[in-house]
């Protein structure tokens, strides 16, 4: 049995976890791992790399999953419609599957990545292959559908919330009126944004306004809602998606003169500046003291702050895709279903790839105050089982272990 | 026996320990405690508060060593010479100071600080004052003279070592050259972006380039520096403080079109935007991808990174502090020398505050290497033992603990 593993899309601080659970589960049942470097792309390109060495050893596995990134390697790779005209790429991809008799292909990534292992499989189905394709979930975003939450995701929220309630005491500290806009990725879904509230639900400082993308915002409006808060205490902490956006559909990032970068899959790949912005425009408007604070790729990679929760669920992902597979199945997402809010339970299991590829889930209304700038309880019973636990790491001088990289082939 | 704490200058995660320190040997001799709101700005307002109620118990004081910022409140307050005509201040806090009993005020903060401390304490001699005036140190920028570094200078350093780590890994995902620039505290001196290079220290990825405000650079050289780095790998991490400036002395963040601010003391109270402009000129003459990832405020109040050795010191140093004003000491600040480098030892003291007052500590050339542009083995050795060994922290509801605020008082 020869199994192949693949990494896609940006990286989080769970990715990994999944890699280290998946290859644990080939590595039990007697298989060979592999995995691609660099994805997809890299396949094509012959970068591929023998798992066994290193990840046979539990130690090493478990050091895997406190490291942050995409160990293997990713890609931004979209692959043609497999029932049209353009049949190079996969022509390549299954004559390498065949010529060096993998069994099994396990993508880890968000809805593109699913994208990826959709099409693969239904290649493989029109061509009579007997390999099998998987999609392991991952996205600190938390846009994927067919599951209750991604990997990755409680990781970011408890970064984000811990950051947030640190960043509000700090910004306390001076007698005067001033606000800190703390800008959070998730350019169309506020799932991360509205984590940032996780902060003030345990009783502690927490974000004044949440902001979020599911919702129009007007500068006007924003800084009539700070300056009736600011009437009654120091500081306004704002949590704002780097994905808002007014009424018309102009991004905030835009005001800003943020040009637009967009990936393989024709999505904006950086909007960051809607913080920096939003902070100068209150600060004109109001006249205080206003500071931006850019989370950026901290809050994706921040590992020394994951959520010993996520990274768990993460590595029993990667398990079940690898077992599903096991038992024949293709065309599959290693998926969970929340059966229970309080306490929280979950039960594993797999959906059909097909259906969760280029969706997109968004923050609920539910989920939203009627106000639009905050999150009501229903959304902190949804996220505080997500961000339970601080993971075991080992600090040799001082900072996080992490597994050694992969040399890097130039 | 009445005791009198304030909190000055900007904040960090280990003030508070040092507080708790203070407060903890105050309350062991019997000793009354009470603090200002808002350093001696707000002791000016007549806003104190008794600080006996929550932090006799052993509990709050050890939630108050995790709690990051200045708990008490701060400012930026710079008193006149005591020695001129402008008597005003001096003849109301003495007035109160007398009025209220107390025996002895403890200041805890950096340079401008000291600053403060040494005038009331020059004050209070000249005038016949029985009260005892101490500083207690601390600054993230490590840039006291007269003690072998600073308390929150180490969990600083941790910060900064473990995001780099981390950013590091994150940038190596994809394949294509990528540069990202870590912008990093300490608008005078270089202590805290040099700690970037502890991430590398231990053998895991780490900065290619520090850059420190005492060398100064061109950007032709930064990016010849770059290019020739990045023919031999993809991803190349530049730790560069937000005071890094041409021969000619223009800060980066200058070019970068950022507001000069400056606070009570004539220092530039922001400098941000280096990172972003090295960032944004590299891709402009290398053509890669760049990226600016800004620590900001992050880097002084993420209590959850915190270095336990530093809590350790900073809670030490706030003990050594009312120790030695209860046996009579004043005009003196708390400080620690280092006895040995490994194993690290080091022995507790106080020194002569007015000797310390308004001086700055630079990063001395022998840490730096040759070209400019690292540290050498002697940066590390000093500094590898400050960020060691990580706090307990408690995370009700996944979020660490913190000591409840202080009412805000409008």
Redesign the interface.
């Known amino acids: 049995m020869k199994l192949l593993f693949g990494?896609s899309g940006g990286?989080t601080a769970a990715i990994n976890a999944s890699l280290a659970g998946a290859v644990g589960a080939g590595v039990e049942a007697g298989a060979r791992c592999f995995g691609m470097?660099?994805g997809i792309?890299?396949f094509l390109a012959n970068?591929s790399v023998a798992l066994d060495p290193l990840l046979q050893q539990p130690l090493n596995r478990e050091l895997l999953c406190h490291?942050?990134?995409?160990w293997l390697?990713?890609?931004?790779y979209k692959l043609a419609d497999p029932e049209g005209a353009d049949t190079a790429d996969y022509e390549k991809i299954f004559t390498q599957l065949e010529a060096q008799g993998f069994d099994g292909v396990f993508y880890l990534g968000g809805n593109d990545s699913m994208d990826t292992i959709a099409k693969l499989d239904r290649w493989g189905t029109l061509h009579g292959s007997a390999c099998r394709f998987v999609g392991i979930p991952k996205t600190i975003d938390n846009d994927l559908v067919g599951i209750d939450h991604t990997p990755g995701f409680g990781s970011a929220a408890?970064f984000v919330?811990?950051?947030v309630?640190?960043?509000a005491?700090?910004?306390?500290?001076?007698?005067l009126k001033n606000i800190?806009v703390v800008e959070i990725m998730g350019r169309d879904a506020g799932w991360l944004a509205a984590s940032a509230a996780?902060?003030g639900?345990?009783g502690?400082?927490g974000p004044d306004l949440v902001l979020v993308p599911e919702v129009a915002y007007e500068p006007e409006q924003l800084a009539q809602a700070a300056r009736e808060r600011l009437a009654h205490?120091?500081t306004l902490i704002i949590a704002a998606s780097e994905g808002i956006h007014t009424a018309e559909g102009t991004l905030f990032a835009e005001l800003a003169g943020t040009t637009a970068e967009r990936d393989g899959f024709g999505h904006l790949a950086a909007t960051s500046g809607a913080g920096r912005w939003l902070a100068s425009y209150l600060k004109q408007t109001l006249g205080v003291k206003t500071?931006a604070?850019?989370?950026?790729?901290?809050q994706?990679?921040?590992?020394?702050?994951a959520?010993a929760q996520d990274l768990h669920e993460a590595a029993q992902l990667g398990a079940t895709g690898v077992s599903a597979a096991l038992a024949g199945q293709t065309g599959v997402m290693a998926t969970l279903t929340r059966t229970n809010d309080t306490p929280y339970t979950y039960a594993l299991g797999t959906c059909n790839v097909h259906e969760v590829a280029n969706k997109v889930r968004r923050l609920p209304a539910h989920m939203i105050t009627s106000d639009g700038m905050g999150v009501t309880a229903s959304f902190i019973q949804y996220a505080?089982p997500l961000?339970?636990?601080?993971p075991s790491?080992v600090?040799?001088?001082?900072?996080?272990?992490?597994l050694e990289?992969l040399p890097?082939?130039k």
């Open positions: 990494q990286p470097r660099y792309e890299g970068k490291t942050p990134a995409s390697g990713s890609c931004r408890k919330a811990t950051s309630a640190e960043l005491l700090d910004a306390n500290v001076y007698d800190v996780l902060a639900a345990a502690g400082a205490k120091n500071r604070v850019e989370l950026s790729t901290l994706r990679c921040s590992a020394h702050c959520s505080a961000i339970a636990g601080e790491l600090w040799p001088e001082g900072i996080p272990a992490h990289a890097y082939s």
